[in-house]
């Protein structure tokens, strides 16, 4: 049975990995020779070959029903009139709420002039079944009541996200949340009186309870992620500290919440079952009803429905008596997660929650003593090292020592939460106080833990090689005593110790002036952030915006690979001009990285600011860097800093946000603009914009591939259908960041200039 689980699971894993969903003629035809194998092939390994074709054509059929729904491309940016119910709760932020509706109707009420497409070919389209959206609604006018029913007027696009390298994938995480289509709302036409009192009406009222009980914020945010998992309202700061002090999994409903309440069903059946042996099943069945009743109040969101179906693979396992051991249910567990939600193989928190159950199995089998507890939680914290550092680049040292007393209070703080609750329905504020207490000694534990100076270890993303040693050496740390000497763990972690690759991939054979380049221009939607690489010198060119929320398009796009290279500094910082889209996330980067010199066609405040003009250049390692303009022009958009990159070889032209008459002017005054070298690359410049890139420009440098940086389905049509026209009339071969994903640039010295996409690059069939 064992062998047969882990071939489904295996099944699982290739169809996520898809580039495209095998179609439906194909999986018919991959069925019939599966079925034809069963009864006539001949192989011991028939089986494991069976089931795990099984699993690939399950998970393939669903991918396609999922997609089905998707709201088509040619439906980008058309406007909807929308009726539905608001379902989970609102993130109520200022000056904007974001919520799901669960839609009951759509009417078609026209398209904006750039979606490229007519009404009588929208209105053609009779099989739209779109289930789940996500909105905004921006500056509202009234608040938003979970299953309440309203209707909208609504701008929508298809599922879409960023793609950049080492980023998060908000596709895959729309589609695995079924949601078909995202947007705004452009107008509240009416709510229903009725109001639809499910769970999700029962957690809004149990948020509101929690508001009016307490006045500090991280409080009333930690009790309201412990009952109802909502965890908009903890800070950033809140977050640091947790996963400092390793109690992140405490304040997030997880495997932990939901099999402790499990647990308390189980007790409370066993209690109840003494005074009447004929319901046995008791213990069972109100272990999975209260399981699945917090299940449902905590939001019913992925990682809780894993935890939920895990509680009620074991316990059905036992009330039917099969006669199974605990590993193969572990299996089981695995496997039906899977069939609910097949594209949780690919999720960090899959792997983290079977992982931890495993280890806990395994060191459950062993021997127990009175200190089993303590050794438990640094046998875990040794366990899941591999895990902490792939997904998060260091682990916490004070977790198993904070976790002993943590683990129970917060199990006890469960118990008392939803008590008070009880009791505030009938307005007996019994177990206030009490509440208040333990919160507060949480928060404490949390804030003595977090601030000792070697709570945290943070190993700058350790390479894969070094994490493989690692578990290797956890496996031997695991193991029966006996089998292999514990001693050779040691050399096993020493990878970690080291801050260069284990693996140098780097030919020595290179010189110090190899003329080598690359660069990365992100998709970092409207707006322009460039990377230029050149061994261990960088160059970034333009950040990208800066949101209302706080965030900005940096920390979405290009931080995570900043992260994942280690790069804590960079040697040069180019401000094209003082545009919120190219700039915008200058603030956020001097918290991440040091900054040597910054070039700006501005002034801001900044000590180690320099301004670009023409003529200034430098060299680095064989590349020369030089602005052909900046900081002259009647706007900011002219007084953007021009730059070019080139090794003799390969170019790279990034020109910012100037207009027809600055690349006129550039054209004349700089002769190797002309056609003695063709440009290999050419940013264009305002994102596509018809006020540049001009058939003077674009016949005098030629550009081999031209890159529009530009955010998906933007309000103002960038990149013009025009200026590909333009491009393309040139020869050139267009890329769009919104469309493409990233873009990276490499040049190696006696190689052809290699241009590679990340949608293309790293294509998954949900995107």
């Not at 409903?253 to 009447?276: E, K, M």
């Not at 003799?648 to 603009?673: F, N, Q, T």
């Not at 305002?686 to 591939?705: E, I, M, N, V, Y």
Request: with cysteine.
């Amino acid at each position: 049975m064992r062998s047969r689980m882990i071939a489904i699971a295996v099944g699982f894993l290739c169809a996520a990995w898809q580039p495209q969903v095998i179609p439906i003629a194909g999986c018919i035809c991959i069925a019939l020779l599966t079925l034809v194998y069963a009864f006539y092939g001949g192989s011991s390994y028939k089986p494991f070959f069976i089931y795990c074709c099984a699993a690939f054509l399950y998970a393939s059929c669903w991918g396609h029903w999922q997609l089905s729904h998707k709201l088509p491309d040619q439906l980008l940016r058309s406007d909807w009139v929308v009726s539905g119910k608001l379902v989970g709760l609102p993130n109520v932020e200022e000056g904007v709420i974001r919520f799901n509706l669960d839609v009951k109707s759509m009417e078609l009420l026209r398209l904006s002039a750039n979606s490229q497409i007519s009404i009588q070919k929208a209105n053609a389209i009779t099989d739209l079944n779109v289930r789940l959206l996500k909105l905004a609604w921006y500056k509202p006018t009234k608040d938003l009541i979970p299953g309440q029913y309203i209707k909208l007027i609504v701008r929508l696009k298809p599922p879409h996200s960023l793609v950049n390298p080492s980023g998060f994938d908000y596709e895959r995480w729309l589609l695995t949340h079924k949601i078909d289509a995202t947007g705004y709302v452009r107008e509240f036409l009416g709510s229903e009186g009725y109001i639809d009192q499910g769970v999700t009406s029962l957690r809004y009222a149990i948020n509101k309870l929690i508001e009016s009980r307490y006045e500090e914020p991280r409080d009333r945010a930690l009790v309201q992620a412990l009952v109802t998992g909502y965890k908009d309202n903890l800070s950033q700061d809140d977050w640091d500290k947790l996963r400092e002090s390793g109690t992140v999994h405490l304040a997030v409903i997880s495997g932990l919440h939901i099999g402790f309440i499990a647990l308390v069903g189980w007790w409370l059946g066993r209690i109840l079952s003494a005074f009447t042996p004929r319901l046995y099943y008791l213990p069972y069945l109100l272990s999975v009803i209260l399981a699945g009743l917090y299940m449902q109040i905590a939001g019913g969101e992925v990682p809780t429905q894993r935890a939920f179906i895990m509680v009620l693979v074991f316990m059905l396992s036992g009330l039917l008596k099969w006669y199974i051991d605990i590993w193969q249910r572990w299996w089981l567990a695995l496997v039906c997660v899977l069939i609910f939600s097949p594209l949780a193989v690919l999720e960090m928190g899959f792997w983290l929650s079977f992982s931890a159950v495993a280890l806990l199995i395994w060191f459950g089998q062993q021997p127990l003593r009175w200190y089993s507890i303590i050794k438990i939680q640094f046998l875990l914290l040794i366990g899941m090292l591999p895990f902490y550092l792939y997904f998060f680049s260091g682990v916490s040292l004070v977790a198993p020592l904070v976790n002993i007393i943590a683990i129970p209070l917060v199990s006890f703080l469960i118990v008392i939460i939803a008590a008070n609750l009880i009791f505030s329905g009938f307005s007996i504020p019994l177990l206030s106080e009490f509440e208040s207490v333990l919160v507060d000694l949480f928060w404490t534990l949390v804030d003595m833990s977090a601030d000792q100076a070697w709570a945290y270890l943070a190993i700058d993303n350790p390479s894969l090689e070094a994490i493989v040693f690692a578990a290797i050496g956890v496996i031997i740390l695991i193991m029966p005593s006996g089998l292999v000497p514990k001693y050779l763990a040691f050399f096993c972690f020493l990878p970690l110790l080291s801050h260069e690759p284990f693996i140098d991939s780097v030919d020595e054979k290179k010189t110090v002036d190899d003329k080598s380049f690359s660069a990365i221009v992100f998709d970092i939607g409207q707006g322009l952030s460039v990377l230029i690489e050149v061994g261990d010198y960088r160059v970034l060119y333009d950040t990208g915006a800066a949101y209302p929320s706080g965030l900005s398009a940096f920390e979405r796009a290009v931080l995570p690979y900043f992260k994942q290279e280690r790069i804590k500094q960079l040697d040069y910082m180019v401000l094209s001009h003082n545009d919120n889209d190219h700039v915008g996330g200058f603030a956020k980067i001097k918290q991440w990285v040091d900054i040597k010199t910054i070039y700006s066609s501005f002034h801001p405040t900044h000590q180690k600011i320099r301004t670009c003009k023409e003529g200034v250049r430098w060299r680095i390692k064989g590349v020369d860097f030089e602005f052909l303009s900046g900081s002259k022009g009647r706007n900011d958009n002219d007084r953007s800093c021009v730059l070019l990159v080139s090794n003799g070889d390969c170019s790279l032209l990034l020109p910012g946000d100037i207009g027809k008459a600055v690349e006129s002017k550039m054209v004349l005054k700089h002769k190797r603009l002309k056609i003695d070298q063709p440009l290999t690359w050419l940013v264009a410049s305002h994102h596509g914009s018809r006020t540049s890139s001009s058939d003077t420009f674009l016949a005098a440098t030629l550009p081999k591939h031209v890159i529009f940086s530009a955010g998906y389905g933007n309000a103002f049509n960038h990149p013009h259908p025009e200026v590909v026209r333009r491009a393309k009339s040139y020869a050139a071969h267009t890329y769009t960041t919104a469309l493409d994903g990233a873009v990276l640039l490499k040049s190696e010295a006696g190689q052809a200039c290699s241009t590679t996409t990340m949608r293309k690059d790293e294509k998954r069939f949900w995107r």
